[in-house]
């Protein structure tokens, strides 16, 4: 059978365009899907036959279907894993199978609920330090609870305030590099040459001996802490074996990556929409200041329409926004048959906007998910899909309802922010969005 790919884009509106696109793809991808149709082909020179697309169908075949045919792309599981580790996020086949199997139940909904005191008191001790009635940085408040937030949950604040701030500010720097190596690889010799690779891989190194200190002393104490950090450290391989520090700071660090960064970004979008929208977020002041409840797993479970408002948040703005996957044989896909290696990019934010799926795509209507979840699952994927679904999808909707009730009961919130602008890195983040927190009465 002759391969066949879905419509092409010729490789040279891609050069020309390279270095616009490298600071922002989204507008390039939103003008070829309206011009080509919800998949598109290039034969890249570096990265051989690529499709991008906001196809549910294709997306369902990739992370569900044909799963075992598809692998996270080098980008991931070599280039991206060099900076942040070879764990979940990055690994591929048998060792990730192996490692999710282990970490699973860590992240199972009881053992969370477990940590959601834990979780509620971070949140609600950072809140009470916002500045009020002033204009304020909304993302680099939520990046630092969140960042609270995880380092809690994780190392129940087993290291100094000054040692975690300084791996946030590590990741955050690394974050920036990456996507700019990735988007330009044809620049590779230049940032190398420049020193720039030397010099994160330095910050690689200093973020990894900070959370081995912190694994060695815990190893060293006889304390419980029940948190994550624990839990990981009992976990054991069916011969009864533990991971390696090695294996543990992988895990922690993509912990931290996906883990603070995907929830600030969440955040900031979900607040500035209920800024926008002053009936929604009426709505949502009503059902916090009615919950009659005694303890935060309880308001969770009260709090419905706000969670509605985080799925809408999470539709319009997936912090995920795009993932890639490789297939390791020849596939066939409706009419295209694809050569193995062909890069698949699912454009999960274009996926979320397509009008074939979903009715006023670029609207923020929060009912429309009062209907069963079930009823989006086909073409609704915030957290991924398929067995490779974020494992810490249940952690990050605690997090954020609760977040959201903290900020809401305590301050009236307005913005004057215009249109929302975002920067689509590895994680798609919130750009000038600043606030005003006013304290209720």
């Known amino acids: 059978m002759a391969y066949k790919y879905p419509n092409r884009i010729p490789f040279y509106k891609f050069l020309l365009q390279s270095s616009a696109i490298a600071k922002n793809p989204i507008p390039y991808h939103r003008n070829w899907f309206d011009t080509v149709g919800d998949s598109f082909a290039v034969k890249s020179p570096l990265y051989g036959h690529v499709i991008l697309s906001r196809d549910a169908n294709l997306a ?44 699973q139940p860590a992240f199972h909904k009881k053992k969370i609920e477990k940590l959601v005191a834990i979780i509620d008191k971070a949140i609600r001790e950072d809140v009470e330090t916002i500045q009020t009635n002033k204009t304020v940085d909304l993302y680099a408040i939520m990046n630092v609870l969140a960042f609270k ?43 190398k040459l420049k020193g720039e690779i030397h010099y994160h891989m330095k910050l690689v190194k200093e973020s990894r001996t900070i959370i081995e200190t912190i694994i060695t002393e815990r190893r060293q104490s006889t304390a419980t802490h029940d948190d994550l950090l624990d839990m990981l450290l009992n976990a054991t391989y069916e011969d009864g074996s533990h991971m390696t520090n090695e294996q543990l700071i992988d895990e922690i660090l993509i912990l931290f990556v996906a883990g603070h960064e995907t929830t600030a970004n969440a955040l900031t979008f979900t607040l500035t929409l209920l800024a926008k929208h002053p009936e929604t977020l009426l709505k949502v002041k009503s059902e916090v200041q009615n919950l009659s409840c005694s303890t935060p797993l309880e308001a969770l479970s009260g709090l419905q329409y706000t969670k509605q408002c985080i799925n809408e948040s999470l539709r319009l703005y997936p912090p995920a926004w795009i993932t890639d996957r490789v297939n390791i044989e020849d596939d066939t896909i409706e009419d295209y048959h694809l050569k193995k290696g062909t890069m698949i990019g699912i454009s999960i934010y274009e996926m979320h906007r397509n009008s074939k799926y979903w009715k006023d795509p670029d609207d923020f209507k929060p009912e429309r998910f009062k209907e069963n979840m079930k009823t989006y699952a086909q073409y609704y994927m915030p957290f991924g899909a398929g067995p490779r679904l974020c494992i810490g999808n249940s952690f990050a909707i605690y997090e954020m309802t609760l977040a959201l009730k903290h900020i809401i009961e305590r301050f009236d919130i307005s913005t004057s922010v215009g249109a929302i602008k975002c920067n689509p890195l590895i994680t798609l983040k919130p750009v000038d969005v600043t606030m005003t927190f006013i304290t209720r009465n």
């Not at 599981?77 to 999710?100: A, H, I």
């Open 60 to 103: 369902k075949h990739v992370f569900q279907k044909k799963h075992k045919k598809y692998h996270k792309s080098k980008i991931q599981s070599r280039f991206l894993s060099k900076y942040v580790g070879y764990g979940l996020l990055t690994s591929n086949g048998t060792y990730w199978l192996t490692q999710r199997r282990l970490i």
């Open 149 to 191: 937030v995880v380092a809690k949950s994780l190392f129940n604040y087993s290291a100094k305030a000054e040692t975690l701030k300084r791996l946030q500010d590590i990741i955050e720097q690394l974050q920036v590099f990456i996507v700019k190596e990735i988007r330009q690889p044809h620049k590779k010799i230049w940032y």
